[in-house]
């Protein structure tokens, strides 16, 4: 992944065959229950089903249903059953079947998980993560496309990650699962079937870490989770034009690594900011008023947002597409700045 | 009791020693003398926010805590000062909280609505109506979980009851035999809202029908009905992993809080539970079986009076919270000491 163009299966190191996204965070599930017996799985069908997803295939016949457990269709429930474990010293690790399920489960994430440490003083932790795919792509609409990375990373209490390759799906959740504080862990379903290079039984990947995922010096572009594979596609298409982009995936938004993009954006002088979520109080728009805070005389040219359109999400198939961050709008933003005078 | 089944069948054996009685009798009158200190003290400004009183409460409180055994797990609602006195909890820390001061039990950061005190197995108080009752069930998860044989008690109110995620868990306990038990105090008001106003059955205990769980209604006015129905529930939960649920019906004498005018409610209604008032039929049950002398019971106010007297002095003297605190607690490994960049990581020092 650190090389430019590079496709995933080239990235990949000598070593390990390449994993999927979803087999990576079954293999950190596993690794992490079979380190500590605090560590148990729970959600809907996570497991005689194994998972909508199937990211907890094999974990019920691992484990047993003691530390696989299905629940019934009740979200806030059982993230509130787990929180309490979690202040009991267990470490839940849940499963929302997805990011759309868990707003039936906010009060419970927002009031309890992000709040029990601070307001009690310091006298509890909440070591609890809470798996949630999410994204859009595959026609389902309104209810079923959300892209949320910026209601939870606006609650100080939470921890954030939003993983874009295998090796990260691994890594994070590692860290994610050992972290003492609550997580809200992010997966990209457009993801699950990518491929790519994983590290072993001990390779955990720090929180508040970017990754560059790429290196120029025209313009930075910073996306997040699956936005990472669509900058990368901008940035090939870029580059047959002599534009030489700079991607860089932050990995985690609370904490976040604002001095590497900041850095990034210092020496380039132009940032373009991609997410799957809607554009009012988004995180690009986040991350754009960081930036200007730490990069103002730095820039060349205003920072630029690409964003999903600011609908709820059509079925057709055409307008679904129409309202999603493509490689063509990310490459045309990357264009306009670059030709907006500067380096 | 409609089709539920009654965990009372071992109330006879269950009755609480002298020693034990006289021991709620003090919990319940420091829980008085410490609610009508604390009225003062909000009154005078020393205390914000949200004030929450539990004057009416007392043998509810009192009666269901004494039933379990002190590492038995507790949550509770934003009407939990009773809750952390009768488990133990140090009144001068308690009344430091409310005063938001360094020296509260969770350092100035929870206030009245937030005290906890874990060393004490009392895992807090919260404000979202109903939003805590999943975190005692999840206590009792990890009880099952380490094969332990505590029992978690989820303290909640009448307004509780009509959440939806009290279903929710009530539900998941039946199903997964957990050690829970499910105590709604029925005060008889959502804050201003009676219960045959927001509830279809006002029989609050048949909630549990729906799930095949054990069930009864205590007289909450009286706190050895209510030590009796929680020891029972105690053991059911321990010796056979049955959740059950108790109603026990009592009276919050003053408004839902001290912002509230409580205009809604008829002055006769007070009068006629203030009659059977639960400190004043409990002495009378003492003085009656000799456990207390009428010497003894007023020593065991005036010794309410002093600690309470004692916990205003020290939440008084106790400083302000430090501004570093401001932060500090906000993860176990604090990133930032600027509030305003709680989310960004420090700058690095090995410049990678």
Known sequence: MSTAKAAPRKAAPAGPKPVSYREALTQAMREEMERDAQVFVMGEDVGQYEGAFKVTRGLLREFGDRRVVDTPISEAGFVGIGIGAAMAGLRPVLELMTVNFSILALDQIVNNAAKLRYMFGGQVACPIVIRMPGGAGHQLAAQHSHSLEAWYSHVPGLKVIVPATPYDAKGLLKTAIRDDDPVVFLESEGLYAKKGPVGGPDDLVPLGRAAVRRRGGDCTVVALSRMVWVALSAADALAEDGIETEVIDPRTLRPLDLETLAASVRRTGRAVIVEEGWPESGVAANLAARLYEACFDWLDAPIARVSAADVPMPYAKNLEQAALPSPAQVAGEVRRLVGRGGG | ?352
């Open chain 2, 1 to 352: 009791m409609a089709k539920t089944r009654s965990p009372s069948a071992r109330d006879a054996v269950t009755r609480p020693d002298a020693e034990l009685m006289r021991g709620m009798f003090e919990t319940m009158w420091l829980i008085r003398r410490f609610e009508e200190r604390a009225a003062e003290e909000y009154m005078r400004g020393r205390i914000g926010g949200f004030l929450h009183l539990a004057i009416g409460e007392e043998a509810a409180v009192v009666g269901a805590i004494t039933a379990l055994r002190p590492t038995d797990p507790i949550t509770s609602t934003y009407r939990e000062h009773g809750q952390a006195l009768a488990r133990g909890s140090d009144p001068r820390a308690v009344m430091a909280e409310l005063f938001g001061r360094r020296d509260g039990l969770c350092g100035g950061l929870g206030g009245s609505m937030h005290l906890m005190d874990k060393e004490r197995h009392f895992y807090g108080g919260y404000g979202i109506v109903g939003g805590s009752i999943p975190l005692a069930v999840g206590l009792a998860f990890a009880i099952a979980y380490r094969e332990e044989d505590s029992v978690a008690l989820a303290m909640f109110g009448d307004g509780a009851v009509n959440q939806g995620v009290l279903a929710e868990v009530m539900n998941m306990a039946e199903l997964w035999r957990l050690p829970v038990v499910f105590f709604v105090l029925n005060n008889q008001y959502g804050m201003g809202t009676a219960v045959e106003r927001a509830s279809a059955e006002t029989d609050l205990f048949k909630r549990a029908d729906a799930f095949d769980m054990p069930a009864r209604q205590v007289d909450g006015m009286d706190v050895m009905a209510v030590h009796a129905a929680v020891t029972e529930a105690a053991r059911l939960a321990r010796e056979e992993r049955q959740p059950s649920m108790i109603e026990a019906i009592a009276y919050r004498y003053r408004g839902h809080s001290m912002s509230d005018p409580d205009t809604t409610r008829e002055g006769s209604e007070k009068e006629r539970w203030q009659a059977r008032d639960p400190l004043v039929t409990f002495e009378r049950v003492l003085l009656g079986e000799g456990v207390v002398t009428r010497e003894e019971a007023d020593a065991v106010r005036a010794a309410a009076e002093r600690a309470v007297e004692e916990a205003a002095g020290f939440a008084e003297e106790s400083p302000e919270v430090p501004p570093e605190e401001l932060a500090r607690h906000l993860y176990a490994d604090p990133w930032s000491d600027d509030p305003r960049g709680g989310a960004a990581m420090p700058p690095r020092k090995d410049g990678s």
